[in-house]
């Protein structure tokens, strides 16, 4: 084939790009070609990633200082079309607006999907089911590259239908059939974390409060008991209060522990189902006249943003990893875009780290 043919040929194969101008204004990649003085087919080969090789490091640079004097982008859609992909990854969850910690997990998974191109679409059911299946369908009409599917609240979730036929995976959540990879917090370290911190500080006497039969309180006490078991110390089961998740549930199972109960017969540090239920235990504190730390410790779960660091005395809490759950659901998808097939239905459980602050102190010695 002659070099005229063969560029024309190359030109082919980046058809998809405009020749002209399309009358928005926007710059061509034949613009870049005749500012930089080369073939259209160079201007090709930098975008698409074929420079190497084929053209010197010099004329590399050429072409990109003209795109980058034009304002030249490659389009997005033609890309996607010689790849067969869009550079699109959808993000459905069930309650994205209400959650605090929806922010991180968001900005965990579009860091990431940017990293290599990509961004990500979201979609907010509202929890409702239907709403899933038409937001997974929506999504798989508009050919994402992949899906991620997130809840705010760990639990068993049923699968969207449709999931199946994309590259997904979920987030904070566990799919009822075991059918997807999932990215979760690893809750039942995070609940040993909890209890040999107060157990490094000499704390012997140790409630839980707050929760209820969910999988976060089931896994949170049973990590606080392997601790404590480990160092012959035991729970009194009337010190494993459940009652909920608000501030209210922490504040009533505080007094349930400590109000009218002798400094010596009474806990000396609390794990508290989340900072909600930390401020309450903290509130009731307060009223009974019970010093924290010096008196009682207090650890919460979640390091709420805008709360466990401006409670009084600010809270010690173990971190849900919203954002690491983002970017490594984002990751997995990515890889399997990459790959070309969804990874094994697996858990990847990712560490819950303490954030250390004034609410617990040494075991008081009486």
């Keep these: 084939m002659t070099g005229t043919g063969w560029a024309r040929a190359a030109d082919g194969v980046g058809g998809a790009e405009e020749s002209r101008s399309t009358g928005t204004g926007r710059p061509t990649s034949r613009d870049v070609a005749r500012l930089a003085g080369v073939s259209h087919t160079a201007v090709s080969f930098v975008f698409n990633g074929r420079a190497e090789g084929n053209l010197s490091p010099a004329t590399q640079e050429r072409i990109r200082q003209a795109a980058a004097r034009l304002g030249y982008r490659p389009d997005p859609v033609a890309r996607g079309l010689r790849r067969r992909r869009t550079a699109v990854i959808g993000l459905v969850t069930d309650e994205i607006a209400s959650s605090p910690f929806a922010g991180r997990l968001l900005r965990g998974a579009m860091e990431t999907a940017w990293a290599s191109d990509h961004l990500v679409l979201t979609v907010d ?59 979760v917090p690893a809750e039942r370290a995070g609940g040993r974390t909890a209890a040999r911190l107060l157990l490094g500080a000499g704390h012997r006497r140790l409630a839980v409060i707050g929760g209820l039969d969910d999988i976060a309180s089931v896994e949170r006490t049973r990590g606080f008991r392997d601790a404590l078991r480990a160092e012959g110390v035991t729970v009194p089961e009337e010190w494993i209060v459940r009652g909920g998740g608000e501030i209210s549930a922490g504040y009533a199972g505080a007094l349930r522990l400590l109000d009218g109960v002798e400094p010596g017969r009474r806990p000396t540090g609390v794990l ?95």
């Design 272 to 366: 508290c189902y989340n900072d909600r239920v930390a401020a309450g235990v903290l509130h009731a504190a307060t009223r009974l006249g019970i010093d924290v730390p010096a008196d009682l410790s207090v650890v919460g779960y979640d390091d709420q943003e805008h709360m466990a660091a401006f409670l009084t005395p600010p809270l010690t809490s173990v971190a849900l990893p919203h954002r690491a759950m983002g970017e490594a659901a984002a990751r997995l998808v990515l890889d399997a875009i990459e790959a070309g097939r969804t990874p094994p239905a697996t858990v990847r459980r990712l560490a819950c780290p303490v954030v250390s602050r004034a609410s617990v102190g040494p075991a008081p010695t009486r």
């Design 125 to 183: 059911s509202g929890g409702d089911p239907a709403k899933e299946d038409a937001a997974v369908a929506e999504l798989l009409d508009r050919r994402v590259d992949g899906i991620i599917y997130a809840a705010m609240s760990l639990r068993r979730v049923r699968v969207p239908e449709g999931l199946h036929r994309t590259h997904s995976v979920l987030a904070n959540c566990l799919p009822e059939d075991d059918s997807l990879p999932a990215v």
